[in-house]
C-alpha cells in the first residue's frame, strides 16, 4: 500500500508560506487548511492566499475546508488549480452534487468526518469520491491530542473502501506524529497528514521521511 504524507502549514511560519512549503520536498503533498471562524472557532486563510500559494508552487495542494457554505466555496478551490479539495459534510447540504462538481473541475474530490461523524450513512456515496478524511481530533487548531476513539472508524472505513473496490484514500487529520502514526496505520489509514510533528522538528523534511517509513513498517505486520 502506498503510505502518503501531507503536512499541514497551518502551524508553520504563515508569514513565509513559500519558504515553508520549500522545507518538505519529500512530502506527497501540502495540506491548507481553510477556516471561516463559522465551521470551526478559529480563522486562517481564504481562497486569495490559496491562489497565491498554487502560483508560487508545483507541490499538490490538499486543500481542507473547514467553512460554512462549503456548497458555495469549494468549486472555486478547484477552480483554482489545487489537486485535492475537501469539504465537511457536517457543511454541505449536497455533498454528492459537490464531489460531482469538484470531480468535473478536475480535482479529487474528499469529504471529510469530524470525530463524532458516523462513517456509515455514507457507506452508498463513497463511490463519489477520491478520499475520506477522518479527523483525530476536533477540527479548528493544530497541536491537539489525537483522539483514539477514532480507530474502529477508521478500521470500519478501510473495510467500506475495500468494499466499493474503487481507489480512494484514507485520510487521518489532527494528533499524527510518531507516537501515534503507527496506530492509524494498522487500522487502515494510508494519507497522513500531520501539522505540529513536522514544522516543529529541527528537520521537517527529515520527519516526513520518518513518518511515512513508520506508516510503511506498521502496516507490513
Ligand atoms: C485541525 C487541522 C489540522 C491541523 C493538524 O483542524 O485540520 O490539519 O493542522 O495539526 P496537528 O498535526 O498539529 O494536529
Ligand atoms: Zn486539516
Redesign the pocket.
Known sequence: MTMRITP?I??ADLADLSGEIARIPSADGV?V?VMDNHF?PNMTFGLPVVECIRANTTAFLDI?L?IAEVDRWAPAFADAGCESVTFHVESSHAPIKLARELRSLGARAAMALKPATPIEPYADMLGELDMVLL?T?E??????KFLDLVLPKIRRTRALIEATGGEIWLQV?????VETIERCAEAGADTF?????VYSAADPDAMVIALREQAIGACAH
Open positions: 499541514s497551518l502551524n495540506h487548511d470551526v481542507h473547514m479527523m481530533v477540527p479548528g487548531f493544530g497541536g491537539q487529520d489532527g494528533g499524527v506524529s497528514v500531520a501539522g505540529s510533528a
